[in-house]
């Protein structure tokens, strides 16, 4: 993938959700690790205020469509909750007008976990809601499904890594 070509195969898409599993793994044992310092209810309100705004309601209405076509909005409550950015803005804020605490591993957890074990990241306006292979994409993996076979030649673009 790059700026160029923003789409992802099989092989790169693992190796982005590895990279996530380890930020995911580093929050996780710092968790642990701080374990009896956590102010659990402050953990799972941070934890679920990502779904309860970003996700439940765009499911809602997702299940609710008969077209299975909804607002551009609930895809920007979705990509505003479920954003790294988002999150270290919620952070900060919290740290800088709460206190600074280790509940606040709930926004790295619940983000890492949705990236590295569900493969979820940022939802693009033009595709379905909930998981669903978009007819385009699944042209372009019969296309460089084959990774392995494709071996760029001289003065080509390399494809599939």
């Known amino acids: 993938m790059d700026a160029k070509n923003r789409f992802e195969t099989k092989t790169t898409f ?3 959700r590895l990279e996530w599993l380890a930020a995911l793994a580093v929050s996780l044992v710092l968790a642990f690790q701080h374990y009896s310092e956590i ?6 309100l941070l934890f679920a205020v990502i779904d309860v705004i970003g996700y439940i309601p765009g499911a ?3 299940r609710r469509s008969p077209d299975k076509r909804i607002s551009r909005g609930y895809y920007v409550a979705y990509n505003t909750m479920h954003s790294l950015v988002t999150a270290g803005v919620l952070a900060g804020a919290w740290a800088l007008f709460v206190r600074p ?3 606040l591993l709930a926004l790295p957890i619940h983000l890492m976990g949705d990236r590295a074990l569900f493969g979820n990241s940022l939802k693009p306006f033009g595709v379905s809601f909930e998981p669903e292979t978009d007819p385009a ?10 990774e392995s076979a494709r071996v ?3 003065g080509t673009n390399a494809v599939g890594a």
Do not use: T
């Open 39 to 44: 102010r659990w209810w402050v953990f799972v």
């Open 137 to 146: 994409y699944r042209d372009f993996e019969q296309k460089y499904g084959n």
């Open 60 to 62: 809602i209405a997702y």
């Open 14 to 16: 693992a190796l982005s």
């Open 152 to 154: 760029p030649m001289e």
């Open 101 to 103: 605490e280790w509940a």
